[in-house]
């Protein structure tokens, strides 16, 4: 459920899940405006849907709408999946902390946590959700960069004293001593702009993350790669958020497999 929809890969995804293991069901588009977007949430129940994922720009304000928000989401500030209970209620989760984690664990199965601070670009609810992951695995610092440094003040305040805000002119000096690097803005996007980003500060056993999956190897990317440092892609959290999710709606915790993975990128 977003506003567009269209260019979701999430259907592909579960749907492929849905075969595999032999469920009966479909994932299915739903483009909603946002000023249709209680409406629609409250119709799932009717409609006879186990729960929806919501995309931009929904992620925060169905917070108020749904009737329980799970701890992690609400700290999150966002939620990215909902879930119909038995009673027709419906509780707000965040899988995007889950997958973000996951994901880099899988890219980089040596990456370690406590091996330095992290600098985060961007201040949205990826970057929210990219945070508390980073937080709860117990990376001991993280920066946070963002050209609105307001809005990267009020993450910062949201939680606590493990994260500090660097401002937008000095987002190079920040990268001096860093263990991670993460984009989660939407630069570096089919159509969008590169990350403005020198990586010549950057430690060479840095690993380099970016959230964005189209394209796969985002300039970015790119140019982590070209000075030898480890990356992370964006597709493995897109594939593994959606697990969480799955499993809430028809009981089964699915594979991110490698087949799962070659067809995505295929369709990329």
């Given at each position: 459920m977003g506003w567009p929809v269209a260019h979701s890969r999430s259907p592909f995804i579960h749907n492929h899940w849905i075969a595999q293991y032999g469920l009966r069901g479909a994932y299915v588009q739903l483009p909603v405006r946002p000023e249709n977007l209680e409406a629609a949430l409250c119709a799932l129940p009717t409609l006879g849907f186990?729960?929806?994922n919501l995309t931009i720009p929904h992620k925060v304000a169905a917070l108020a709408l749904v009737d329980r928000v799970e701890p992690l989401a609400q700290r999150i500030g966002a939620i990215n999946t909902v879930v119909v209970e038995a009673d027709g209620s419906l509780t707000g989760k965040n899988t995007d902390a889950f997958g973000y984690l996951h994901s880099l664990q899988e890219s980089c199965p040596g990456w370690c946590a406590d091996a330095g601070p992290a600098l985060v670009v961007g201040a949205g609810g990826a970057a929210r959700a990219v945070v508390a992951a980073l937080?709860?695995?117990?990376?001991?610092?993280?920066?946070?960069?963002?050209?609105?440094?307001?809005?990267?003040?009020?993450?910062?305040?949201?939680?606590?004293?493990?994260?500090?805000?660097?401002?937008?002119?000095?987002?190079?000096?920040?990268l001096a001593d860093v263990a991670l690097l993460v984009n989660t803005t939407n630069q570096g996007m089919h159509g969008e702009p590169a990350l403005d980003l020198a990586l010549d500060p950057l430690p060479l056993n840095a690993l380099v993350s970016d959230i964005v999956y189209v394209p796969q190897r985002t300039p970015l990317i790119e140019a982590a790669l070209a000075r030898g440092n480890p990356v992370a892609y964006g597709l493995g959290m897109l594939i593994h958020q959606a697990r969480p999710a799955f499993e809430a709606w028809f009981g089964v915790l699915p594979e991110a497999s490698e087949a799962l993975l070659h067809a995505v990128q295929a369709r990329l």
């Open positions: 186990a729960g929806c937080l709860d695995a117990g990376v001991p610092q993280v920066r946070l960069c963002n050209r609105s440094q307001d809005k990267a003040q009020a993450i910062a305040m949201d939680f606590g004293p493990r994260v500090i805000t660097v401002p937008w002119n000095e987002r190079a000096g920040a």
